[in-house]
């Protein structure tokens, strides 16, 4: 069975960090790019980072750049996304997702998602 499965998340003050896995299990990773996400309060869903498959080519969302970091341990089938200086507009449910063919953060393109682990920034 395809499965992809977050963990990571919880409450942590502004300024904090947290780090985020994302396992997979099903499939190898290896030949698919994965997409961060993240969806707030009242909000729609939004594209954080993505990294490829084929180079380990990375975007982030302005809202992030310079604070998370995407990475690939293919070995043990994960993706990391490491999360520094945390705001309180941080605060969401995050979900992290696969695709097989291209990279980016169109969320159609995902074929296979996780089920979300949450992030609360809080003082």
């Known amino acids: 069975q395809v499965q992809l499965v977050e963990s990571g998340g919880g409450l942590v003050q502004p300024g904090g960090s947290l780090r985020l896995s994302c396992a997979a299990s099903?499939?190898?990773?290896?030949?698919?790019?994965i997409g961060w996400f993240r969806q707030a309060p009242g909000k729609e869903r939004e594209g954080v980072s993505c990294?490829?498959?084929?180079?380990?080519?990375?975007y982030y969302a302005d809202s992030v750049r310079g604070r998370f970091t995407i990475s690939r341990d293919n070995t043990k089938n994960t993706v990391t996304l490491h999360m520094r200086s945390l705001k309180l507009e941080d605060t969401a449910v995050y979900y992290c997702?696969?695709?097989?063919?291209?990279?980016?953060?169109?969320?159609?393109?995902?074929?296979?998602w996780g089920q979300g682990t949450q992030v609360t920034v809080s003082s």
């Open positions: 099903g499939f190898t990773l290896d030949y698919y790019a």
């Open positions: 997702a696969g695709r097989h063919k291209g990279w980016g953060l169109k969320e159609d393109e995902y074929d296979y």
């Open positions: 990294i490829s498959s084929t180079d380990g080519s990375t």
